[in-house]
C-alpha cells in the first residue's frame, strides 16, 4: 500500500475507535520501522496510561520484533498501570511482506466497573471465581530505559537475589529473562545490564551466546518430536 494511503487509512482508524469507544479508551498506532524508543505515532486518550507521540512501545511488542514471539495478536487481557488503573486491552500486529511493521493497541479503563462489580458482588452475596488466565504482564512505559528497567528488575525477581549475590549460573538466568524479553534489542541495554550485575561486555555475549546455542538445541530438538 501507497504509504500515503496507508496514513490516510491508519488515521481514519484511529479517529473511528476514538469517537466510537470514547474517552476511557486509549487507542494506541506503533510504528515498528522506527527505532523502539519512538514507535507511537498517534495516540488517543494518552493520559490513561501517560504516553505520548514519540513514545516507546511495550514489553509485549518487543517481543514481537525480536521474534521470540510469533503471533503477538492478544485480545480482551487485563493489564495494570503503575496509577492503579485496570485495563482491559487488544492488540494486532501489521505485517507487510511477512515482517512486523506496526500495531494498534486497544486499552480500555474498566477500574470504575470492576469496583461496581464488587460493590454488586457484596450486595448480592454471590461469588463467581474470576478466571486468571487472561492476567498478562505489560508494562506501559515513558521511554525505552524505563521498560528495560522494570525488565531488570522482573528477572532479578526472577532469580531471587540482588544483583552482588548473583553467581555465574544466576547471571546466565538473568540474562536469558532479558534475551526471552527483547531486551537487547534496546539501545545501549548491554552498558546497562553489565554495569546491573557486574560484569563486562564480552563475558555478557559469551552468555548470550551460550544461551542462545542452547534455546536453538531445545527447539530443533522438540521440532523432532513432532
Known amino acids: 500500500m501507497d504509504p500515503v494511503n496507508k496514513r490516510v487509512t491508519v488515521d481514519k482508524v484511529m479517529a473511528l475507535l476514538q469517537e466510537h469507544l470514547g474517552t476511557s479508551t486509549e487507542i494506541v498506532f506503533h510504528d515498528l520501522t522506527l527505532p523502539y524508543e519512538h514507535t507511537i505515532v498517534d495516540i ?42 485496570i485495563l482491559r486491552s487488544s492488540t494486532i500486529y501489521l505485517y507487510e511482506e511477512g515482517k512486523v511493521t506496526g500495531s494498534i493497541c486497544v486499552n480500555t479503563d474498566i477500574s470504575d466497573t470492576i469496583r461496581m462489580e464488587s460493590v454488586l458482588r457484596e450486595y448480592n452475596g454471590y461469588n463467581v471465581h474470576t478466571p486468571t488466565d487472561r492476567e498478562t504482564e505489560e508494562h506501559f512505559a515513558q521511554n525505552v530505559s524505563e521498560l528495560l528497567e522494570q525488565f531488570m528488575q522482573d528477572a532479578q525477581k526472577l532469580v531471587g537475589k540482588p544483583a552482588p549475590l548473583m553467581k555465574k549460573g544466576d547471571k546466565m538466568k538473568f540474562i536469558a529473562y532479558l534475551d526471552a524479553k527483547g531486551a537487547f534489542l534496546i539501545t545501549k541495554s548491554s552498558e546497562h545490564v553489565c554495569e546491573f550485575i557486574g560484569i563486562s561486555k564480552y563475558t555478557l555475549y559469551n552468555y548470550l551466546d551460550s544461551i542462545r546455542a542452547h534455546t536453538q538445541g531445545d527447539d530443533k530438538s522438540s521440532g523432532g518430536n513432532t
Open 44 to 85: 488517543r486518550n494518552g493520559e490513561l496510561t501517560g504516553r505520548t507521540i514519540g513514545g516507546c512501545g511495550s514489553n509485549l511488542g518487543l517481543e514481537v520484533i525480536a521474534g521470540k514471539v510469533k503471533n503477538g495478536d492478544r485480545f480482551n487481557y487485563i493489564t495494570h498501570t503503575k496509577t492503579g488503573r
